[in-house]
């Protein structure tokens, strides 16, 4: 799969080093009503092309060798938008959810929710527990779908978590570090995203992991979602290569 992938993108392919790939992407999903405005179409029709573009973009990097790749579809913000786009964005995710074999495929991609379950419906917060369940051995990659996400949420409920575990007696408030706030957030999985993309040319973080970003290096660019490529995806990663990540040291 990798020699096929390799041939076809053989121009940028030699640029890039594979044994320094970013161990977790994050990618906000940005631009799709831009996207469509644009072709006279309505906003819904961006969003449904930028679903499509998750498809590619999801067995690019796991062909790729990135172990998380983490995508910001609807934030706990978005719930301010008119009702006909909220209810087309469940539908996709809903769509999406049932069809999830066939985002698979043949690659060994396993699916994680993260974000608040607040506010989403049974039926979604059924078909979650489906596709997390059957996905849940599946190696190569994992795609978490940031859904009803929100990084302060994600903070709050942290510390609530911790609020408990002290009430029960079972830690002492002197024994709250970073570690055990980070244990205790959607992510505890993984390791923090070392690079995060965010096309359609805002530079912004929209509140999309801002605990486990401080140190991520970034990448804007002015494509929109849908128009973005495997062929962005490398040059994104080529670019994060030559990045000098310090954390603080010289
Ligand atoms: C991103 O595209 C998808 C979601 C936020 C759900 P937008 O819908 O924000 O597209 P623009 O930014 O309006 O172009
Ligand atoms: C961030 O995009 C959320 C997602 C991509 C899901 P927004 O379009 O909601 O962000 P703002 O409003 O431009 O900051
Ligand atoms: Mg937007």
Do not use: C
């Amino acid at each position: 799969m990798l020699k096929l992938f390799k041939r076809k993108n053989k121009d940028i392919f030699d640029r890039l080093d594979t044994n320094n790939l970013p161990k977790h992407i994050g990618i906000i999903m940005d631009g799709n009503g831009r996207w469509a405005k644009k072709r006279g179409l309505p906003r819904s029709a961006g969003h449904r092309m930028g679903a499509k573009v998750l498809e590619q973009i999801t067995r690019d990097a796991g062909h790729l060798g990135i172990k998380f790749l983490t995508v910001y579809a609807f934030s706990t913000e978005n719930w301010v938008r008119p009702k006909d786009e909220v209810d087309a964005l469940m539908k996709l995710m809903t769509e999406y959810l049932d069809d999830y074999r066939r985002l698979i495929g043949d690659d060994d991609i396993r699916i994680r929710i993260i974000g608040s379950k607040e506010g989403l419906s049974e039926e979604i917060l059924q078909k979650i527990d489906v596709v997390e369940n059957a996905t849940k051995d599946n190696r190569a990659i994992t795609l978490n779908i940031a859904l009803n996400y929100g990084g302060r949420d994600e903070i709050v409920q942290s510390v609530r978590k911790i609020g408990h575990m002290i009430k029960s007696g079972d830690i002492d408030p002197d024994l709250i570090d970073e570690k055990l706030i980070s244990e205790n957030l959607y992510t505890n999985y993984m390791p923090d995203p070392d690079f995060i993309i965010r096309p359609s040319g805002e530079m912004r973080l929209s509140n999309f992991l801002i605990w486990q970003s401080a140190y991520s290096e970034f990448w804007y660019s002015d494509i929109n979602w849908p128009d973005f490529t495997r062929n962005d995806l490398i040059r994104s990663i080529v670019d994060f290569q030559k990045r000098n990540r310090r954390f603080g040291g010289v």
